[in-house]
């Protein structure tokens, strides 16, 4: 199920994101957001999926290979998370400011 939690409360979402510098996982995010797009938000206290996209851009190297595919893809996730209507919390705004500048 979309909303179903691992013990640190990690949807699918998060670990789609978590993988968001591959090819298809645009496409993941916006199906599960699709299918409910409340998990845009943090879950009793889980982390907030932005985040774990911001996580995760941040990995991406000038010296990666396919560096500027995955950097598609992390910005199509961002748009299918911000499409999604996230909630306008302080974290939700922490997360934003905390995304590499290549995302501006």
Sequence with gaps: AITARDSRQRTPLHFALSNAGRKTV????RLLLSL???VVNSINDGPLPLRVLAEYSLTIRST???RDDKKEAVLRCLD???NAEPK???D???ALQSLPDWLA
């Design 26 to 29: 645009p496409a993941a995010v």
């Design 36 to 38: 409910d797009k409340s």
């Design 64 to 66: 990666d290979d396919n």
């Design 80 to 82: 299918h998370l911000l």
């Design 88 to 90: 306008p919390t302080a």
């Design 92 to 94: 939700f705004f922490t």
